[in-house]
């Protein structure tokens, strides 16, 4: 997979998957724009690996436009995007409060909007790229205890196919894919663990063994993937949906 020299932005880097997505990118060549709402570890982590931080609330739509303007005057173009950055309350249709359902919808759906929106005016003009939308299997299924994220990754399902069914129409060489991973360890889900299961992944005597009866998959499994969407071994893929749960949406 060459990713070499690729100009990347990764959202919600500082933490598991979009940390695991950098890591990658980086080893492979690629230069990273690390983004997170968390500045102090986002700067750290990324002066640690050689990638750029930038402060980013993803549901702030003037700050995308900062961001790109930010890119375009230091690397001259865009290659990559990975709308990763994300949260997910734990509460059922009873329970979910309009402030939670509002928060779940701008931190994921109007993020992946404006994200998408200010990646493809750069990207057209440098001659296409590469979008990669983080879902969820919560898009394929539903999970009751993640109302709001379940709707919002949907969204995020069909805006991704919407996407790159308009890219390919206007002849950018811009593609637009989703990623729908399981349950993957990283701080959200074993926080997940602990809360519905009373499961601490961490303090498990041997947690490697706990989490593959538990099914939880590594942050690498989901990186490969995201690595492969940016790639031009997959330029044929476009507008797809890539489950990432080791089986768990067909059993
Ligand atoms: N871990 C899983 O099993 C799993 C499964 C399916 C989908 N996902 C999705 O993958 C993405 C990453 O999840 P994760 O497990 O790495 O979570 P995580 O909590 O480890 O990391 C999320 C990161 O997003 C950042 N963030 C949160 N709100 C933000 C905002 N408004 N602006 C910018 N950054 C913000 C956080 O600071 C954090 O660094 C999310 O979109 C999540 O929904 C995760």
Redesign the pocket.
């Known amino acids: 997979m060459s990713v070499k020299d690729c100009v990347v932005l990764v959202?919600?880097?500082?933490?598991?998957?979009?940390?695991a997505d950098v890591r990658m990118l980086v080893a492979q060549g690629a230069r990273v724009i690390m983004?997170?709402?968390?500045q102090e570890?986002?700067a750290a982590l990324a002066q640690e690996l050689g990638a750029d931080f930038l402060h980013?609330?993803?549901?702030d739509e003037q700050r995308w436009g900062e961001i790109m303007n930010d890119i375009q005057a230091r690397f001259g173009r865009l290659d990559g995007l990975v709308n990763?950055?994300?949260?997910?309350p734990i509460a059922d249709i009873e329970n979910t409060t309009t402030a939670t359902w509002r928060t779940t919808m701008?931190?994921?759906l109007d993020?992946t909007f404006f994200g998408c929106q200010a990646a493809i005016r750069l990207m057209k003009e440098s001659g296409g790229g590469s979008i990669v939308n983080?879902?969820?299997?919560?898009a394929l299924v539903g999970i009751p205890d993640y109302l709001a994220?379940s709707a919002a990754?949907g969204g995020i399902r069909s805006m991704t196919k919407a996407i790159a069914i308009h890219c390919r129409r206007q002849r950018y060489g811009i593609r637009c894919n989703s990623v729908?991973?399981?349950?993957?360890?990283?701080?959200?889900?074993q926080e997940a663990l602990r809360e519905l299961m009373d499961v601490d992944l961490n303090a498990a005597e041997d947690p490697e063994r706990l989490r593959r009866k538990l099914g939880?998959?590594e942050?690498d499994d989901?990186a490969n993937m995201v690595t492969f969407l940016l790639s031009d071994q997959s330029k044929h893929i476009n507008g797809a949906e890539m489950v990432v749960d080791n089986g768990d949406t067909v059993v």
């Open positions: 959202t919600g880097a500082a933490s598991g998957l979009g940390l983004s997170d709402i968390d570890r986002g980013q609330d993803v549901a990763n950055a994300g949260i997910a701008a931190i994921h993020a983080m879902s969820s299997t919560a994220y990754k729908h991973p399981g349950s993957i360890n990283t701080p959200m889900v939880v998959g942050p989901v």
